[in-house]
Nanobody, 123 residues
């Protein structure tokens, strides 16, 4: 298992900015993809953005031009910089990571989620 700890959520006015962080820990051999999903009340969880270990990014159309995803491989940390926030960005944001863990000589894939952090955009 890999533990993912998120931080940076909160309440912000429309047009404001927030930066989310997520750090992975555990018997990590590799983190192939790290990313952020969000789930608003009554809606399904959706991909916001993800980034590969090589730095290739993928962003939802609804956040392109406003959000930026980046990662620090040395710190096993992914960041989501959110600018020009809108009320429709209000949701619980979940960190996600997938890769390989190593326990002694055993390598196994993982696909884990953080607990989520609330982002509320409201005046």
């Amino acid at each position: 298992q890999v533990q993912l700890v998120e931080s940076g959520g909160g309440l912000v006015q429309p047009g404001g900015s927030l930066r989310l962080s997520c750090t992975a820990s555990g018997s990590i051999f590799s983190i192939n993809v790290m990313g952020w999903y969000r789930q608003a009340p009554g809606k399904e969880r959706e991909l916001v953005a993800d980034i590969t270990s090589g730095g290739r990014t993928n962003l939802a159309d609804s956040v392109k031009g406003r959000f930026t995803i980046s990662r620090d491989n040395a710190k096993n940390t992914v960041y989501l910089q959110m600018n020009s926030l809108k009320p429709e960005d209000t949701a619980v944001y979940f960190c996600h990571a997938e890769g390989v863990i190593r326990t002694n000589t055993i390598y196994e894939p993982y696909n884990d989620w953080g607990q989520g952090t609330q982002v509320t955009v409201s005046s």
